[in-house]
């Protein structure tokens, strides 16, 4: 079992930055892809960024290309986002999550593990 924790949400106005954290338990996160995802009200779940198990290769939602970098710490068992010149439509509640496959995956079938999310507000 994979519990996840995200951090680092808040309110920020358009232009800004913010950086999120997703800490992890167990010892076998350093094997696991991670992802972030994000959803708003009647929408489904978007994704935003994924990481390999080794963190050499990412890729991202081309809605956040170039202003986000996903990133992670096998040591410290934590996945980062970091969000600049962030927009008002980035404004959502951002989850973390994990897959045991260990390969980049963006559908959110493909993760195994949730985090409870954290609310993203970009005020204009």
């Known amino acids: 079992q994979v519990q996840l924790v995200e951090s680092g949400g808040g309110l920020v106005q358009a232009g800004g930055s913010l950086r999120l954290s997703c800490a992890a338990s167990g010892r076998t996160f350093s094997s696991y892809a991670m992802g972030w995802f994000r959803q708003t009200p009647g929408k489904e779940r978007e994704f935003v960024a994924a990481i390999g198990w080794s963190g050499s290769s990412a890729y991202y939602a081309d809605s956040v290309k170039g202003r986000f970098t996903i990133s992670r710490d096998n040591i410290k068992n934590t996945v980062y986002l970091q969000m600049n010149s962030l927009k008002p439509e980035d404004t959502a509640v951002y989850y973390c999550?994990?897959?045991?496959?260990?390969?980049?995956?963006?559908?959110?079938?493909?993760?195994?593990?949730w985090g409870q999310g954290t609310q993203v507000t970009v005020s204009s």
């Open positions: 999550a994990a897959s045991i496959r260990g390969a980049l995956a963006r559908a959110p079938y493909e993760y195994d593990y």
